[in-house]
């Protein structure tokens, strides 16, 4: 374990390093001259700002902070937290961002390798997962890195059978974000298939954990606003958004693709093209599960998958998904599986990730809206 560990912390903080010096370098070549208004600019572009605003006064009931009940509490409370009394409100939540990034890097190279997965196989799974195109958010202003933390944190405690353990993560999980709750679905299969029978009751009575991170927020929403579901509201009616049936607006975006409605791959069509790839690459990926001898993921980790695709498909219109469907973790060892065995389909999805990885720094440094 010890091992294993080190590397993935070794390759977690020279991908954190490498990511950290190119961020630095786009916001110098794009602006002149550098200056601390500019970076809390970038780093707390769009809903980084949101963030630093729970954090310094929580939720409140008047101005257009109300409209912020939508996030999730624990990031503020952490960017609270590592202010330390001193620090800078901006400089805390990257410094949250980036330790949880390389935590959540580490352990899902550990999970991996927990898995049966040789260390060249695995780091063909971190390579892909450090260059994909949504990867700047690991060093911004947003709950990407610590979302990773945890849920890396919960499916290492998972493999190993740390039924209290796995589920007291993915409770900070559903703290952090809606998705966070859909990891009772691998937890619940895993304690299934894999926990004793004298241990079944009590790691069944433990994934009640993952669900209570979202009652805790519910609760918030009833203290503030005296209705648990008050954020439902301002999605509505702030955001503009509600809750849809998946499949038919999957089919209904899928056509639009195909009469050619599609003008902007690089932002806004990316969202489009990546919730309809994912049930692809995974049909894809079932098709093949049971060809080859090398090691496959879990079955749990698939349902979860998927579950994970249909809660963020849902929504009433296709936005953020990118950045959102490129945190699937199970979607990397699928990539790796279905691209390594001709060498060439790998290569040739690594050089785009990382194209688009390095368009998707540029963007943020300048401040425009990514994914």
Not at 107 to 130: A, D, E
Request: hydrophobic fraction near 55%.
């Amino acid at each position: 374990m010890r091992s294993r560990f080190i590397q993935g912390l070794t390759l977690s903080v020279i991908f954190q390093i490498i990511l950290t010096v190119v961020v630095v370098v786009f916001l110098l070549i794009n602006n002149h001259p550098l200056t601390g208004e500019i970076l809390r600019s970038r780093f707390g572009a769009w809903d980084g700002n949101h963030y630093i605003e729970i954090s310094k006064q929580g939720y409140v009931t008047e101005g257009d902070a109300l409209n912020f009940i939508v996030f999730y509490p624990l990031y503020p409370l952490l960017i609270r937290a590592f202010t330390f009394g001193f620090l800078d409100s901006y400089i805390a939540a990257v410094l949250v961002t980036v330790v949880s990034s390389v935590l959540g890097h580490t352990f899902f190279y550990m999970t991996l390798r927990k898995l049966g997965f040789s260390f060249w196989k695995s780091f063909r799974i971190m390579l892909l997962f450090f260059v994909n195109p949504a990867t700047v958010y690991f060093s911004h202003i947003y709950t990407e890195g610590l979302f990773l933390c945890l849920t890396s944190i919960s499916l290492w405690f998972l493999v190993n059978k740390k039924w209290w353990q796995a589920a007291l993560f993915g409770f900070f999980g559903s703290l952090t974000r809606l998705v966070g709750i859909i990891f009772a679905v691998p937890y619940g299969i895993s304690a299934l298939q894999h926990a004793r029978k004298k241990q079944l009751f009590v790691a069944i009575l433990a994934g009640v954990l993952i669900l209570a991170g979202f009652g805790v927020y519910l609760l918030i929403n009833w203290i503030v606003w005296h209705d648990p579901f008050y954020y439902q509201h301002i999605l509505a009616t702030h955001w503009f958004k509600s809750v849809v049936n998946p499949i038919p607006s999957y089919v209904g975006h899928f056509v639009a693709t195909l009469h050619g409605e599609r003008q902007q791959f690089l932002s806004y069509d990316l969202d489009i093209w990546s919730t309809l790839l994912f049930p692809i690459i995974a049909g894809l990926y079932l098709l093949f599960y049971k060809l080859g001898k090398s090691k496959r993921i879990p079955v749990a980790w698939i349902a979860w998958a998927f579950a994970t695709w249909a809660v963020i498909a849902a929504q009433s219109f296709w936005l953020s998904n990118c950045r959102y469907i490129l945190l699937i973790l199970p979607l990397y060892p699928m990539l790796e599986h279905l691209t390594w065995k001709l060498k060439l389909p790998y290569i040739a999805l690594l050089l785009a990730f990382g194209y688009l990885a390095l368009y998707g720094i540029n963007i943020f440094s300048k401040g425009g809206w990514l994914y």
